[in-house]
């Protein structure tokens, strides 16, 4: 997705401006390092040690096409997976020593659990940054340094109606906070 659409957290925004309001909470990482597309595959401790930090965030689903969930895979692409924005939260204190697979998530909507998980459902989540590096981003010359990349969803997507405060608390991160307004 375009850095246009990153916000750190608390962040706000019309709820006009996202009517799909969709949101799900995840945890991505910022990069300190460029790695850029080579013919050797990057190991995890190559790719871990260009991580700078890691973060709660939310993204916020919002498709551009009519029917998102049942588009072609391409098009999904061209339609960044729906993702409309992201807002990261505050680095996570020591995380290289969190075990991820254990710590549990709660998602509000307006102060009213909607979902809850513990760990993200695709696994090792550096694994998956490490499949980015090799083969997700290749096309694109690789990964560069300042940019974020999010695990995937922990939660699932909620529905977020127009005055609503979505919040996604994990036991190992300050809360991270996105508003909508009523119009």
């Given at each position: 997705m375009p850095?246009a659409?990153l916000f750190d957290?608390p962040?706000?925004?019309a709820?006009?401006d996202?009517?799909?309001?969709e949101?799900?909470s995840?945890?991505?990482?910022?990069?300190?390092?460029?790695l850029?597309s080579?013919?050797?595959?990057y190991?995890?401790?190559?790719?871990?040690?260009a991580?700078?930090t890691?973060?709660?965030?939310i993204?916020?689903?919002q498709s551009?096409?009519p029917?998102?969930?049942?588009g072609?895979?391409?098009?999904?692409?061209?339609?960044?997976?729906?993702?409309?924005?992201?807002?990261?939260?505050a680095?996570?204190?020591g995380?290289r020593e969190?075990?991820f697979?254990t710590v549990?998530?709660?998602q509000?909507?307006?102060?009213?659990?909607?979902?809850t998980?513990v760990?993200?459902?695709a696994g090792?989540m550096i694994?998956?940054?490490?499949w980015l590096?090799?083969t997700g981003?290749?096309?694109?010359?690789?990964l560069r340094a300042?940019?974020?990349v999010?695990?995937?969803?922990?939660?699932?997507?909620t529905?977020?109606p127009p005055?609503a405060?979505?919040?996604?608390?994990?036991?190992?991160?300050q809360?991270?906070?996105v508003?909508?307004?009523?119009?």
């Open positions: 850095a659409g957290a962040h706000g925004f709820a006009a996202l009517p799909q309001r949101v799900e995840e945890i991505c990482f910022r990069l300190a390092a460029d850029p080579r013919t050797t595959p190991t995890r401790d190559e790719v871990d040690a991580l700078a890691c973060h709660p965030g993204e916020i689903l551009r096409l029917e998102p969930d049942t072609n895979p391409l098009a999904l692409l061209a339609d960044f997976i729906q993702t409309g924005a992201y807002v990261a939260g680095a996570i204190p995380w969190v075990d697979a549990a998530v709660t509000t909507i307006t102060g009213a659990a909607t979902r998980a760990g993200n459902p090792e694994r998956l940054v490490v590096a090799n981003a290749v096309w694109a010359g690789g300042g940019q974020v999010t695990c995937g969803s922990w939660t699932g997507k529905f977020a005055g405060t979505a919040t996604a608390v994990f036991a190992v991160a809360p991270v906070v508003e909508f307004s009523r119009f």
